[in-house]
T-cell receptor
Framework: AQSVTQLDSQVPVFEEAPVELRCNYS??????LFWYVQYPNQGLQLLLK??????LVKGINGFEAEFNKSQTSFHLRKPSVHISDTAEYFC???????????FGTGTRLTIIP | EAGVVQSPRYKIIEKKQPVAFWCNPI?????LYWYLQNLGQGPELLIR????????DSQLPKDRFSAERLKGVDSTLKIQPAELGDSAVYLC??????????FGPGTRLTVT
């Protein structure tokens, strides 16, 4: 079985400051890793994914994440945030060969003007 | 390209009443998922379809929940009877390739 831990339930950040949202996972098998964003009253939108290859993954809206196998982490970063980045961010994993996604509990990112 | 469509967006019912949610996936997506999202939590898979076949329904509470995807396209999720604890957002997603699930806007259910 897989599990995902998002260490921060809420992260307030000033506009134009950098941000890192932390994600750690546990799995006995190799996994794919994802970050999704959920804006208020909307469904989830895929930000980026790691399937294989380079451990630094770039996604939409200027976000990137780095897969660290030894630390079983997949932290999400953005060098300069905007008001429009205010949303809930979910980290998720799925085992190789199985499309079942296991989500973390989410991190609410609030941008302070 | 149209996204995943869900209806209704909001539903308020009294406990013990039945309720149904509808989902139309992205055209050509063979895999369809229903998720339950409680307040402050991440989505949890209820059921996954490959075309018409339910390939993973281990998390679906079968005493009151049922789902169907008769023609391998759109799908319906039903709860009968609803309980107070069923209040949540019900999300539908679809995918064509592994690792890329596209989510609909969800149906927010309130059971009173």
């Amino acid at each position: 079985a897989q599990s995902v831990t998002q260490l921060d339930s809420q992260v307030p950040v000033f506009e134009e400051a950098p941000v890192e949202l932390r994600c750690n996972y546990s799995s006995s098998v190799s996994v794919y890793l994802f970050w999704y964003v959920q804006y208020p009253n909307q469904g989830l939108q895929l930000l980026l994914k790691y399937l294989s290859g380079s451990t630094l993954v770039k996604g939409i809206n200027g976000f990137e994440a780095e897969f660290n196998k030894s630390q079983t982490s997949f932290h999400l970063r953005k060098p300069s945030v905007h008001i429009s980045d205010t949303a809930e961010y979910f980290c998720a994993v799925s085992p190789f060969g199985n499309e079942k996604l296991t989500f973390g509990t989410g991190t609410r990112l609030t941008i302070i003007p | 390209e149209a996204g995943v469509v869900q209806s209704p967006r909001y539903k308020i019912i009294e406990k013990k009443q039945p309720v149904a949610f509808w989902c139309n996936p992205i055209s050509g997506h063979n895999t369809l998922y229903w998720y339950l999202q409680n307040l402050g939590q991440g989505p949890e898979l209820l059921i996954r379809y490959e075309n018409e076949e339910a390939v993973d329904d281990s998390q679906l509470p079968k005493d009151r929940f049922s789902a169907e995807r008769l023609k391998g396209v759109d799908s319906t999720l039903k709860i009968q009877p609803a309980e107070l604890g069923d209040s949540a957002v019900y999300l539908c997603a679809s995918s064509l390739a592994p690792g890329e699930q596209y989510f609909g806007p969800g149906t927010r259910l309130t059971v009173t």
